[in-house]
Every structure is written in structure tokens, then in C-alpha cells.
């Protein structure tokens, strides 16, 4: 499943610079409906919405992922650098080096724009406040999509008291969802503290978990994990994912990308599929360290993340999932999905240049060859013809042996 997109706003890039908010007018969409009452920011485009996030929060990360197989964890570290004014954020203590951390983020809300954007509310009537466009959606809807902070702040506020703070536009979203899949941490930060919901869900039973996790914003993600709130890590969505579903899924597109691409000067000069990639790993490293279930099974085929991330052939990620510190790492690796361990699907992997090394890192953690599906094949039965297909056939049964005198000496003992 591929990154869900948000059809109306364009998600911006976390690692772009953002021009200053002082340059929007948050009255130009809202001028001829505080007049009329007929119409409501029509035809914003996600240019606007780009510039009009705020420039007095800057973000830069700083991320190192080393990935052995006989680590008990990873260090991850990411530094986040912000204007500091008003305290709204909670802190996270590091626990330990394998902890993913995101330093303590702190930023500034403009008081004077937020007194000014509530004065501007309270002039509304009813009918002003909680009108929805054809689209459903609400002021909060566009101030929260326009990284309007102060003003999305104050609309949250009004609509918090009339009891619609969680109305929903066409889509399902609400302006909590919209945050998210906006990556504006600091406005779900606010609509969470004035009482959001966060087990609401959009239309494919995406939460602001799982929407977090698909478009792999760490972030967005250590707000929603880290407010204090009870937020259900095992929720699936409508295609029987949970978050830490998504979250793998992403990971394996994007690294699909960067290897279609890794040839091009385009993209070794900006980097950009990288940093996404890195980001979607923080992000899992952030929803396993929560407490999900690594051996949580997706609805469709009951594939864990290990065969998601093993019939993508993404070595980087089945490196991360095997240097967990799990109690029973064999008894995850040969867990069947429709009859498949991931052994067999390592073995089906025919024309990736990681099959091999796939092959040999699941051995090593425990994988059994075997180990039948339901077609009662072995997976040294579903290796390719020719001389490669006879060396991996080979590795596995030189490790079939090896268990078979092992199992022989247990029972003699």
C-alpha cells in the first residue's frame, strides 16, 4: 500500500524552509465570508499553503542509522533546533541509546496574532463559525491546512464551545487529521490539548496514528505518542492495517524509489528520498519503543512486518527488525503468513540482489528451512533454476543439516 494522500492540500516537506507567516493575510480567504457568509477560502493552492507556514520554527535533523544484525538496538539520535517563547510541548526523557529521542521541542506562539484572531472569531455568529464548504470543510479545516497556528488556535477554541470541534469534512477528516497529514505538529499538539479526538478515524479507518505513519512524520508522530493521551497502537484501519503496518509499508516504497533512482545525479544531489526514508524509520522506531506488537499480523494475509519488509526486499529494514532485542527471535522469523515464512518468500525474491543476503540473515536469527507451506514446498523448493539457485539451495541445506544434528544431540542429552 502506498503513502495515503490528501487530495486537497499537498503535504509540504518538514525539511523545507518556510517563509513567513507575517506575509499571509489570514483575512484575504475569509474577507468576502466574514461579509457575506457564502463563501469560504475557495481555491487556495498548496503553494499558498506552503508559504504560509511558519517561519519562526525552523527543523533540522540529524539522523545515523547503523543496522547490524547482532546489535540489540540502534542508535538513532535527531537534533531539533527552535525559537523558544511559550513552553507547549512535553518533553521525553532518553531512556537508552536504542531509544529513539526527538530533543525537547519548544516553540513560540504569536500572542498578539492570537488575540487578534480571537477577537476576529467572536465576531462571528453561529451560523459564520460552523459553516462548511461543499467540501465539509470548516475554517479550522483551512487555518489548520494554511499552518495558520494562532488562528487555527483560536477557531479550535470557538468551535471546542459550540461542540464541533471534531466535524469532519468530505473525506472524514477531521481538523485534527488534516494537521497530521499537514505535518503541523505544534496545531495537533494545540487541538489535542483543547480536547481533539484521537481515536477519530478518516473514511479508510485511518487514525492520526496510522496517517503519521504513512507519510513518516516523527514529529507529528512524538506528539500523538507522547501527550499522555491513551492512544490505541494495534487500531487498524479499514485494510486491516495497524500503524505499525503503514508505517513498514512506506518505509519499503520509499526504499523502492531511492533504488530506481540511485543511479541519477538528480537524486544523489538533494537527498530527499533519503531523509524520507530515515524519517519513516524514526517513526517506527517511535511506534515499537510506544509498545506495538512486532508480531501483529495485517487482516488480508497475515503477513507480520518481517514478510512485509522481506517480499519488498528491503535488506535496510529487515536488518533494523532482526537487531531487535525480541525474546523468541525464531519463533517471530517462522511465523506463517497463508503457509509462508518469510524464509519462503526470501527464496521466491528471484531477481533481487539481495535474496542471498536476505537468505542468510534469516538463517542466522533462527529461520527454518524446513519448514513447509501449503503447498508442502520448502523454500529451497522455490529458488530459481541455474547456478545461483544451486548455491542458495546449497546455504539451506547445509543449515537444515546443521539443525537436524542439533535436534539430534538435544534429544540425546
Known amino acids: 500500500m502506498g503513502a495515503v494522500r490528501y487530495d486537497r492540500w499537498e503535504v509540504p516537506s518538514i525539511h523545507q524552509p518556510h517563509s513567513s507567516l507575517q506575509q499571509c493575510n489570514p483575512f484575504q480567504f475569509m474577507s468576502n465570508f466574514s461579509q457575506t457568509g457564502q463563501t469560504l477560502g475557495t481555491g487556495y493552492s498548496s503553494r499558498q499553503m506552503q508559504e504560509c507556514h511558519d517561519a519562526q520554527t525552523t527543523q533540522q535533523y540529524s539522523i545515523t542509522v547503523d543496522c547490524p544484525v547482532t546489535a540489540s538496538g540502534t542508535d538513532m539520535t535527531g537534533t531539533v533546533s527552535a525559537q523558544s517563547s511559550i513552553q507547549c510541548w512535553p518533553s521525553q526523557s532518553r531512556e537508552d541509546h536504542a531509544t529513539p529521542y526527538l530533543q525537547d521541542y519548544r516553540t513560540q506562539m504569536d500572542m498578539v496574532k492570537l488575540q487578534e484572531a480571537r477577537v476576529f472569531l467572536q465576531n462571528m455568529d453561529y451560523s459564520r463559525t460552523t459553516w462548511q464548504d461543499d467540501d465539509g470543510d470548516t475554517i479550522l479545516h483551512i487555518y489548520t491546512a494554511k499552518g495558520l497556528r494562532e488562528y487555527a488556535y483560536a477557531a479550535a477554541e470557538k468551535l471546542f464551545e459550540l461542540g464541533k470541534l471534531d466535524s469532519k469534512e468530505h473525506k472524514g477528516k477531521t481538523a485534527l487529521l488534516v494537521a497530521v497529514a499537514a505535518n503541523q505538529p505544534e496545531i495537533v499538539q494545540d487541538l489535542l490539548s483543547l480536547g481533539a479526538d484521537i481515536t477519530t478515524c478518516d473514511v479508510n479507518g485511518q487514525t492520526a496514528l496510522h496517517l503519521a505513519a504513512t507519510y513518516g512524520f516523527p514529529r ?194
Open 220 to 413: 507529528v508522530m512524538q506528539v500523538i505518542l507522547s501527550t499522555g493521551l491513551r492512544v490505541d497502537l494495534e487500531a487498524r484501519n479499514f485494510e486491516g492495517l495497524t500503524a505499525l503496518h503503514c508505517a513498514v509499508i512506506s518505509h519499503c516504497g520509499t526504499m523502492k524509489a531511492i533504488n530506481a533512482c540511485s543511479s541519477s545525479s538528480t537524486w544523489l544531489a538533494d537527498g530527499s528520498l533519503q531523509t524520507q526514508a530515515e524519517d519513516k524509520l524514526m517513526c517506527l522506531r517511535l511506534i515499537i519503543n510506544a509498545g506495538a506488537t512486532i508480531t501483529s499480523q495485517e487482516i488480508k494475509s497475515n503477513k507480520t512486518v518481517l514478510h512485509l519488509a522481506v517480499k519488498e526486499g528491503n535488506i535496510h529494514l529487515v536488518r533494523f527488525l532482526l537487531s531487535l532485542p525480541f525474546p523468541d527471535m525464531p519463533a517471530f522469523i517462522n511465523l506463517k503468513a497463508h503457509g509462508h515464512t518469510a524464509l519462503h518468500m526470501a527464496a521466491g525474491l528471484h531477481g533481487s540482489p539481495c535474496q542471498e543476503e536476505l537468505i542468510r540473515l534469516l538463517l542466522r536469527c533462527g529461520a527454518d528451512p524446513s519448514i513447509r507451506n501449503l503447498e508442502n514446498d520448502q523454500p529451497a523448493h522455490l529458488l530459481q533454476s541455474g547456478d545461483r539457485g544451486e548455491r542458495l539451495k546449497l546455504i539451506l541445506k547445509k543449515k537444515s543439516a546443521s539443525r537436524r544434528r542439533f535436534t539430534s544431540l538435544q534429544d540425546q542429552e
